[in-house]
Nanobody
Framework: VQLQASGGGLVQAGASRRLSCLAS????????VAWFRQGPEKEREFLAA????????YYSDSVKDRFIIFRDNAKSTVYLQMDSLQPEDTAVYYC???????????????????WGQGTQVTVSS
């Protein structure tokens, strides 16, 4: 499984940005895909997750009112739509995937064994 994250860039506060995570390789029907981010001198933070093959979506409390995760099965892509971006959203954003036996997702990054390369989002004030 290979993941490729893209869509980052420099935006002004209040703007929106959509990130993409393109998956290739093994079929994703049983994989959960999540977005994480890591800001300067911060730990990696869980943002949102979707389990392929279901409509179940999960969000962290910090972004649930501003970010939306959704997928396009035909394009093997999972998106993260980010609205009302603020300078504190500045971070490297990663997508990750794993096939969980019992759970739909995990908020801890160590449970994910496939990672994209990260895409930088910088929000200016």
């Amino acid at each position: 499984v290979q993941l490729q994250a893209s869509g980052g860039g420099l935006v002004q506060a209040g703007a929106s940005r959509r990130l993409s995570c393109l998956a290739s390789g093994r079929a994703f029907n049983s994989y959960s895909v999540a977005w994480f981010r890591q800001g300067p001198e911060k730990e990696r933070e869980f943002l949102a997750a979707v389990r392929y093959g279901t409509s179940r979506l999960y969000y962290s409390d910090s972004v649930k009112d501003r970010f939306i995760i959704f997928r396009d099965n035909a394009k093997s892509t999972v998106y993260l739509q980010m609205d009302s971006l603020q300078p504190e959203d500045t971070a490297v954003y990663y997508c990750a995937a794993a096939s969980f036996l019992h759970d739909d997702y995990h908020t801890t990054d160590r449970y994910y064994n496939f990672w994209g390369q990260g895409t930088q989002v910088t929000v200016s004030s």
